[in-house]
């Protein structure tokens, strides 16, 4: 393990098609990490290499790799930008020391990246600004300066001036050192004459730059007020406390299709950006008294890390990756804190994009994956078991879209819910439920794309497909009025018969209530060995409601008289007949149909407001309440179940992909009845 001071754990984060991966083959390529530059296009990423990523041209799951620069050794992570994947680039932000933000200069803002920045500014984490594309149409450095200063939570400096716009963009000056670059075929920047007719844009650049910096430090801004200027150690050194304080976010313009700009970016990184050790102890608790303990990020620390990765391997079984935060490994076993257990380990191995390496030792900011361990899952917090520690557990981002699925083959049915199982340990953000009304077992996720790729990533592991369907809405059925009806049940077929008589009274409860049964039975008129035999054929029969077939809720059922037969009276007997009183009941005391509410919460932007709330009422929804924090408009809303089981892709529609929503179950209100009928004809149908 190296000094720590030589380590640095980065993340590169930012909107879906801004050219994430590109610069991380770049980032590797330049650093002699690897000897081609690879490309997304054409499958040759090494950080892209899941057989989905690769047909989609997007990255789905977040990769890992490391190269060495200027004597330090940089751990990168290269995050999703896409939506439906976005859970991996949040988690990343929970682990990494540092940021590196990929802008695209044509389209500089999304609200993919205000998103993601926002992740960022809550993790309070150094950032740098790649504007990536500098050599594509539109592509200008102080119209994405001014587009990053006005929409996100930076504060975006100009390090270096482009020479040469969009196709004919070539080089850079640099205006710290006051140095000029020319890119060769290589993309290697090579020392050049910094051009004359720039000559007044770099002197008014340059002392702009100088102002940003002074004003970061009190000792800075007095001197940059008496002299008018600063030396170039001094801004140096102000521009690396101030990235490393949160006050400075510096931008360096590039193009990684074609190499450009990435040694400025590496230089970045090694120069500017933070060491394990220049951050802050790593807060936690004592699993045993629950106060408040810190470690350092230091090797002679005890050993602490969290996991923030699973990956699921039908041959090598699970892979588990964690972030290192204090202290290093010895021997072959660590304490899981979470499930208070010694977990037994393998090999250490850092990950090259697909590819792993063992490692003898680890430290702080260190990347590090083992295999098969038994009880460890995402979250969870390994250390050392005679100093135990937990951190913060990881929450993933809550599913918003739902599918009923099922295998495509009848016969496939258990290895696919095993295969389902084994990716729900990878990916936090989906959820497997049974819904009891309707049978349906669910799969929820981001979105459809986020479902459909992990379809084929079981067929591609496992063997197996899965069919995905629009969810039945699970209806329930209650009861308006009362009745009091018999339930006779005589059977005589030679030898001993069947004979048993009830009598009850049935009436509507309050909603949320339930089901409740009075024995008012008295005389003897059916012997107490019956009653019970009574209720259980009532809620038996309750489980498939005389209107839809739909489970009746909130009732009260009086038994309130009966007679039996010595000889042909039995349990089961009873149980029928408690049965048919029931339905027979229930169809004389005014049954309806019950639809499930939910409670929406919907995140967009303002000037989406109008569209969303009038989507809204078309969907008999109930606006509850709006709040506004920041730019966003924050609408809590009630809406019928069955209005909203496709609203993922609506709401992308209507927002332009900036919308999010976060629903749960509220309530049940009557369907109105013209719904109901053709609710009630189309269940008859499929019975």
Excluded at 395 to 409: D, N, R
Excluded at 565 to 586: C, P, R
Aim: charged share 25%.
């Amino acid at each position: 393990m190296k000094d720590v001071k030589l380590i640095r754990n980065v993340a590169l984060f930012g909107q879906g098609k801004s050219g994430k991966t590109s610069v991380a083959e770049a980032l590797l390529f330049s650093a002699g990490k690897t000897k081609r530059l690879g490309k997304v296009d054409d499958g040759s990423a090494v950080m892209d290499f899941e057989p989905e990523e690769t047909q989609r041209n997007i990255s789905i799951n977040s990769s890992f790799n490391h190269f060495n620069w200027k004597k330090k050794q940089v751990f990168i992570i290269d995050t999703p930008g896409d939506d439906n994947f976005v859970n991996e680039a949040r988690y990343a932000s929970r682990i990494t020391d540092a940021a590196i933000l990929v802008i695209d200069a044509q389209t500089p803002v999304k609200y993919q990246t205000e998103k993601i920045a926002g992740y960022l500014q809550e993790e309070k984490l150094p950032t740098l600004i790649f504007l990536n594309k500098m050599d594509k149409e539109r592509a200008d450095l102080d119209n994405a300066t001014a587009l990053i200063k006005e929409n996100l939570p930076f504060e975006p400096v100009e390090l270096y001036l482009p020479i040469g716009a969009e196709a004919d963009f070539k080089g850079v000056v640099d205006l710290v050192n006051e140095k000029a670059y020319l890119f060769d075929d290589s993309g290697k920047a090579n020392e050049t004459d910094i051009p004359a007719d720039m000559a007044d844009e770099i002197s008014i650049k340059r002392e702009e730059l100088m102002e940003q910096i002074a004003e970061t430090d009190d000792d800075l801004i007095e001197k940059f007020l008496e002299n008018g200027e600063l030396e170039r150690t001094e801004m140096l050194s102000g521009l690396h406390n101030g990235v490393i304080n949160g006050l400075l976010n510096p931008i360096i313009p590039g193009a990684a299709l074609g190499n450009l700009g990435t040694e400025l970016l590496l230089n970045a990184i090694t120069d500017l950006l933070p060491s394990p050790a220049d951050k802050e102890p790593r807060q936690g608790t004592d699993p045993k008294t629950g106060d408040i303990i810190e470690r350092e990020p230091s090797l002679d620390a005890p050993f602490s890390a969290q996991v923030f990765k699973t990956m699921a391997d039908p041959y090598a079984g699970r892979l588990t990756i964690f972030r290192v935060f204090s202290g290093s490994i010895a021997g072959d076993s660590f304490y899981n804190a979470n499930r208070e257990t010694n977990e037994k380990y393998g090999n250490l191995l850092l990950m090259e994009g697909k590819e792993s390496n063992p490692v003898d030792s680890v430290g702080p900011g260190m990347i590090v994956a083992v295999a098969k361990l038994k009880d460890t899952t995402t979250g969870d917090t390994l250390c050392d078991g005679k100093n135990p520690i937990l951190y913060e557990e990881l929450t993933p981002i809550k599913p918003m879209m739902s599918f009923a699925v099922s295998p495509t083959k009848s016969d496939d049915e258990d290895k696919l819910f095993s295969s389902i199982s084994k990716m729900l340990e990878e990916d936090p953000t989906l959820q497997l439920t049974r819904q009891e009304q309707t049978g349906d077992i669910l799969l929820a996720g981001i979105g459809q794309v986020h479902l459909l790729v992990l379809g084929d990533r079981i067929k591609r592991k496992f063997g197996v497909e899965m069919t995905l369907q629009a969810p039945k809405v699970p209806y329930l059925e209650t009861l308006k009025g009362s009745a009091r009806v018999q339930g006779k049940h005589k059977k005589q077929s030679g030898g001993r018969g069947q004979f048993a008589d009830s009598w009850i009274e049935i009436s509507s409860l309050p909603s949320g209530s339930g089901f409740e049964f009075e024995d008012k039975i008295v005389g003897g008129a059916i012997p107490r060995q019956y009653i019970p035999a009574v209720e259980k054929g009532v809620a038996e029969a309750m489980v498939k409601g005389v209107l839809a077939g739909y489970p009746t809720v909130d009732i009260k059922v009086a038994l309130v008289d009966g007679s039996f037969h010595a000889v042909d009276s039995s349990e089961m007997a009873f149980k029928i007949s408690g049965s048919l009183a029931f339905k027979k009941g229930a169809v004389e005391a005014s049954p309806v149909l019950l639809e499930p509410i939910m409670d929406v919460t919907i995140n967009i932007p303002k000037d989406c407001v109008g569209d969303v709330i009038g989507d809204l009422n078309s969907r008999r929804g109930k606006v509850i309440g709006m709040d506004s924090v920041g730019k966003e408009e924050i609408i809590s809303a009630q809406v019928p179940m069955a209005e909203v089981l496709g609203y993922a892709p609506e709401l992308t529609s209507i927002t332009g992909g900036r919308g999010t929503y976060a629903m749960e179950l509220s309530h049940y209100e009557e369907v109105p009845a013209q719904l109901a009928e053709k609710i009630i004809e189309e269940a008859k149908k499929e019975d």
